[in-house]
């Protein structure tokens, strides 16, 4: 049993599924059709966390099972659809707890995130190789932060938004399950890593589901929380970035080839810190009732 | 209270550029035998004046060169020889951390220090260790430092010094210190040249104006994000009625300082002493409630009310300025105090150009 309550986020594979006991799990598949069973394996012994489901088609494509109602979902697709097949799928998704991911990579997804948000399903945008077009990503920050009508969250921005707080730096990789001080990676082999990248690039803390529990010892766990300090020792495009405490140098690695980061994380830092000064304000104006 | 500014040795194993105890050729280191006396002399003094405390400053030179053996003479003594008076006894530390160890957190933690005060520069070349002045290896272990202190809980913050080079990108400068410390806690100062300047990194009072002035908008739409930044947030501060003032600004660090030197040697602060301008005696020599009654320590207050009704008179930044730091004042000819200072000038100006139109504030 972990003692830092960490969620493990492994591969669909009940072998190792069953090692685990008393954990919060999110498993990854890509197998819609076994959603609903390793749902119901992991509950033998664990908790789901989430179900991440990752498809090849569009999201319009998708046959939504019954049995995916049982457990929390996160379905990850390279784009939307057609939008009237998508209207078919809507119906299918609205019951269900369920948060749909777009590739950032496709033009149209900046503006079908706006609709399915509008439509009541939750959503957000993942990044991976491709470009980011920073000026449409823009523009759906706006739509998240300045909603005119209640509408379903757009993540990572939902988050940071909710989660900012002035004084302190916050890591969005959480909405997909990849922080370190919420969620570690297992492979088959028991092969434990900080992050999903370093899991595939064989980066490995340790081997054996049983260390976990002294993982707050564990060196390069450690040493991990304290690599951004390393970005601080000259100026660099991050440490100088006026969005850092809500962005990390997430973009980083982007920074040459597709730049832009900078501009948008600032304007949503400024948003984040709106939000937060309304909120304040507003908790300064409840009327204090007397206890009941 | 008194602040004791305690230089045990003016040794240090970084060779930052604009700083004078790199020239210096034979840097002297405090005995054992002296740190006793002064325990027993901080004692008797607390014991004299029931209400007052010390606020006890470990400066240097780099302090974490002195070997464990100092700080645990240190501890001793306190235990030993202020075992009534210690709980008023309030010790902090200005030092690089580039020399931090698990030890010195023992240390710290047994003199009650629960957050230390340090330097930071990004920029290369400035800050450093060895005769290239090597910024990569002097942050590395300035890093290796501040891991540790944030592994034990112990609180930092930082002393940023304003050079030429910093006046090249001031906003990509500024955001990299915020950034570091997203809580605030950081001050920047004016670097203060005063021989030669091989690296031509002084600047003039107006540069450090508008260095701060290109700055201040930025922090003050945001200063809640960065809330405690000097000598912005002090301003603010004192426009809202709260005194926060600084020695320079304080116009009585006359009644409130004692430097203490690795010989024992007394002044009014680390400045008069490396200046050679005030000397109060020698600790071992004297007691603290003697050097503390110093007669020298009169022409502070006699230049506070020269200032007052000749140089000052009718200014109205007078309450947080009083003319300045005395030793910034000292005339060499006439050999005394009795003026304002050159920082006169960029005070009204930061305060007029910028302050007060962006916040809305007068004083
Ligand atoms: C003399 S050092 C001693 C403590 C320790 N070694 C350190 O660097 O923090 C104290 C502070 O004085 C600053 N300092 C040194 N020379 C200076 C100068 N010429 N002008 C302004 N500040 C200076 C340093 O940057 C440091 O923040
Ligand atoms: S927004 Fe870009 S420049 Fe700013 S911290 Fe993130 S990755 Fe770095
Ligand atoms: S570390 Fe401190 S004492 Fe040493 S050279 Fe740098 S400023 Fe001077
Ligand atoms: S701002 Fe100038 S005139 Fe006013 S108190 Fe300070 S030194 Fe004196």
Redesign the pocket.
């Known amino acids: 049993m972990n003692k830092m309550k960490h969620i493990l986020v492994c591969e669909d594979n009940e072998e190792l599924i069953r090692k685990f006991s008393f954990e919060a799990i999110v498993v990854k598949t890509k197998n819609p059709e076994h959603v609903g069973h390793i749902g119901r394996v992991v509950e033998e012994t664990n908790k789901v966390h989430c179900i991440e489901l990752t498809i090849e088609d569009n999201l319009s494509g998708l046959n939504p099972l019954d049995d995916w109602k049982e457990v929390p979902l996160h379905i990850k697709a390279p784009r939307m659809g057609h939008f009237l097949d998508f209207v078919r799928v809507r119906h299918l998704l609205a019951p269900l707890s369920v948060r749909v991911f777009l590739n950032s990579g496709y033009e149209e997804t900046y503006t079908d995130l706006q609709l399915m948000s509008s439509l009541g399903i939750n959503c957000g945008l993942y990044f991976d190789e491709n470009p980011i077009n920073w000026k449409e990503c823009t523009d759906l920050m706006d739509f998240v932060v300045y909603p005119k009508v209640p509408r379903a969250t757009v993540e990572p921005f939902h988050y940071i938004i909710t989660e900012y707080q002035p004084k302190e730096t916050i890591n969005f990789s959480g909405v997909y399950f990849n922080n370190p001080e919420k969620y570690l990676h297992i492979d088959k082999n028991e092969n434990v890593a900080l992050t999903a990248e370093n899991l595939t690039a064989g980066k490995y803390l340790f081997n054996g589901v049983e260390q976990i529990q002294n993982i707050a010892e564990n060196k390069a766990y450690k040493a991990y929380f304290q690599t951004w300090k390393k970005k601080f020792h000259k100026i660099s495009a991050c440490s100088a970035c006026p969005a850092w405490r809500i962005c990390g140098g997430f973009f980083e690695n982007r920074l040459e080839s597709n730049p832009g980061c900078r501009e948008a994380f600032s304007e949503l830092i400024d948003a984040a810190d709106l939000h937060y000064n309304n909120k304040e304000k507003e908790n300064e104006k409840q009327p204090q009732l007397c206890q009941l | 209270m008194p602040t004791v500014i305690f230089k045990p040795t003016e040794k240090?194993?970084?060779?930052?550029t604009?700083?004078?105890?790199?020239s210096l050729r034979e840097p002297k280191t405090m005995e054992v035998s002296l740190l006793k006396e002064i325990f027993i002399k901080m004692d008797a003094y607390l014991k004299e004046f029931p209400e007052e405390k010390f606020e006890f400053v470990w400066h240097?030179?780099?302090p974490l060169l002195l070997g464990n053996e100092f700080f645990e003479a240190a501890i001793e003594y306190q235990e030993d020889f202020c075992a009534e008076t210690k709980d008023r006894i309030n010790h902090c530390i200005?030092?690089?951390l580039?020399l931090l160890k698990p030890e010195h957190i023992g240390f710290f933690q047994k003199l009650g220090i629960n957050s230390v005060g340090t330097?930071y520069e990004p920029i290369e070349g400035i800050?450093g260790i060895g005769k290239k002045v090597n910024s990569e290896l002097y942050n590395d272990k300035f890093f290796h430092g501040i891991n540790l202190l944030e592994n034990n809980n112990i609180g930092w913050g930082f002393i940023y010094?304003v050079t030429r080079k910093s006046l090249e990108d001031p906003v990509a400068l500024f955001h990299t210190l915020a950034n570091l410390k997203p809580d605030g806690g950081f001050m920047m100062n004016a670097v203060l040249i005063y021989g030669d300047d091989p690296d031509n990194l002084a600047i003039t009072p107006m540069e450090y104006v508008d260095f701060l002035g290109t700055l201040f908008p930025l922090w003050w739409q945001h200063r809640h994000r960065w809330p405690e930044v000097d000598p912005f947030s002090s301003l603010v501060k004192n426009a809202e009625g709260h005194n926060s003032l600084g020695c320079v600004d304080s116009g009585s660090c006359g009644y409130e300082h004692i430097y203490i030197g690795p010989n024992g040697e007394a002044s009014q602060c680390g400045r008069s002493a490396d200046w050679g301008l005030i000397s109060y005696g020698n600790v071992k020599d004297r007691s603290l409630q003697e050097i503390m009654k110093d007669p020298k320590r009169e022409m502070f207050f006699e230049r506070q009310e020269y200032l007052m009704h000749n140089d000052c008179m009718d200014c109205r930044f007078w309450k947080i300025c009083h003319g300045g730091c005395p030793l910034d004042a000292y005339d060499e000819k006439e050999k005394n105090f009795d003026r304002k200072t050159f920082w006169c000038e960029l005070k009204s100006v930061f305060i007029e150009k910028y302050f007060e139109p962006i916040t809305g504030y007068s004083f």
């Open positions: 240090c194993n970084a060779r930052c604009y700083c004078d105890v790199v240097g030179g780099e200005q030092t690089n580039t330097s800050r010094v």
